[in-house]
């Protein structure tokens, strides 16, 4: 099917990479939505800020920062580099670089999905005895379902993606940090066509199944 | 209902992680950064290191100044083969290169390439001011040795001025030289190691144009694997592996 002999340690590194990155993005980034999308609060507008910023700069820019703060010379990689963690040149720093390139997107589309449940339904399961932590879990969040299955797939294909920050962050090491876009750079650069068009095939097929499941998904009610 | 999404995540970390150790997680390559002038070389000497010692070689290609700035902020490369001697130098005297192990392993040669189907040939360096060369690709002087030499080259005969609105800067000489071979320039000024592609043209250029691009390596300091290392870079230019090199047009060093 793929070109003979074409190595798959990027794809699977990349499964990986994007999988953990997307779980990262679902867990801490759903109550911020829920947060964000619910609430009137000071610092509200720039908590939105902070988080889209990394959507709209330069991925260079954002990488550079990233590897300044986490490389074992910078604040943060060097009390982790103390306890025995490596995040900088690590497939650590890829999941991190691909974590930081698709939170916003997640963010932004659950907090729409959040934004759109009818409050006087939450307020009817209040006035039939839950609790807040039931309404959340019962109403809130299956109603907010579409926005967070939408941004779960656009992140995990954003973090599939993500070239930039990774490059920056994590370098560009066959089998070690070296995901399905730097793989695909690798090759053209070599002069390898074949691998560069198998790999890139093989991306579009997955993205375009996993944005098609979601579409899916996001209609199916639960 | 979240907790779908959670588990198909989870499952996709799985079915990465799984596979990802068994066939790479554990090979534990000798991690060499090299100047990509030295990938087509490189592809061939990797292999054939490890049919001779059972040591696999992974090679991390760039220009020469990002790589030793990778190194420089901690990248776990065991080993830095870089286009010119000052990066080496400098890793050296901070303590991140090992001093004792540093060489000259090579001197580089600039060419002036074109593309065999434009039917375009360039012989020298003023010829480059012909009307249908309108773009000349070149390295990042700024950060990537065989960029320097080019500039120095352009410079030193006196067509720097009126060629550098027609220069477009590869990161590193590796991607000058697909720019060519895309057919995004009509020229280019790269290492004779990446002009032996049949699709290209090259013409020698005077070496006393430029300063010798004297390639130097050397081991890493923080590597946990100095002697697979030293085996590595003594193999480079070892018997089995000089040939390899001189076939990809690199010189041996007339220096120390």
Redesign the interface.
Known sequence: MFAEGLD??PA?????????S??AA??LG?PLAWLLGRYRFTGRALLENVVLLPLVLPPTVVGYYV?VLV???GPV?EVL?AAGF?L???WRGAVLAAWIGSFGLFVRSAQAGFELVDPTLEDAARTLGRSEWGVFWSVT??LA?RG??AG?ALA?CRAVGEFGITLMVA??????TQTIPLAIY?A????RMADANALSLLTLAVVVLLLLLARRGARVR? | ??GR??AA??L??L???V??ES??GR?D?L?VFAA?DL?PAF?ELGPAFEQLTGQPV?????SSGSLAA?IE????ADLFFSADESYVRSLAQRGILDRASTRVYAEGRLVLATLRSSGITVASLDQLLRPEVTRVAMANPEHAPYGRAARQALVSSGVWETMAPRVVMGE?V??A??YL?TGAVEAALVSSSLAL?TALVSAPLDPALHQPILQAAGIVRSSSRPSDAQRFLDFVTSDVGWPVMERFGFVRPHVR
Request: charged share 10%.
């Open positions: 798959l340690v699977l590194l990349s499964a990986r990479v994007a999988g953990l997307t779980l679902v867990t759903t590897l490389s074992r010379r990689g580099a490596d900088a040149f690590t969040l299956p379902w967070i299955a779960t995990f370098g560009n090491i066959p089998g070690r690798d053209v650069q070599g002069n639960f | 209902m979240l999404v959670v995540c989870g996709l970390v079915s990465g992680s596979p990802h066939t790479s090979r390559g991690v990509s990938q592809t992974v090679f991390s290609y760039g990778q902020l901690g990248a776990p590193n590796r991607q030289a697909q071979l592609d």
